[in-house]
């Protein structure tokens, strides 16, 4: 069993940076792949980035191509979200996952589907 916790949420102005960890538990990271989503209010949640168990393949979503970074570190168990350039559209607690398909999977298949969930962190950006 994996427990995953966000952390590195809060209040950004519109422009600017925040970067998000994921720490996992109870399992060995670098086993499966890793992803992040995110749920603004009143929508679905959706799917934000994903990296492979090695870290040698990420996968972004159109809207945040250019300018966020996802990256892992399997020593740590951890993985990142590096968000920059950030809109107030972006709004929106934002979740880890982890799966043992791969990150072109993760990316396509129903949410409901992939094997673990973090609780989730609030990022909010203020226009």
């Known amino acids: 069993q994996v427990q995953l916790v966000e952390s590195g949420g809060g209040l950004v102005q519109a422009g600017g940076s925040l970067s998000l960890s994921c720490a996992a538990s109870?399992?060995?990271?670098?086993?499966?792949?890793m992803g992040w989503f995110r749920r603004a209010p009143g929508e679905e949640r959706e799917f934000v980035a994903a990296?492979?168990?090695?870290?040698?393949?990420?996968y972004y979503a159109d809207s945040v191509k250019g300018r966020f970074t996802i990256s892992r570190a399997n020593a740590k168990n951890t993985v990142y979200l590096q968000m920059n350039s950030l809109k107030p559209e972006e709004t929106a607690v934002y979740y880890c996952?982890?799966?043992?398909?791969?990150?072109?999977?993760?990316?396509?298949?129903?949410?409901?589907?992939?094997?673990?969930w973090g609780q989730g962190t609030q990022v909010t950006v203020s226009s």
């Open positions: 109870g399992g060995t990271s670098r086993s499966y792949t």
């Open positions: 996952a982890a799966d043992t398909r791969t990150a072109q999977a993760m990316r396509v298949i129903g949410q409901d589907l992939l094997g673990y």
């Open positions: 990296i492979s168990q090695s870290g040698g393949t990420t």
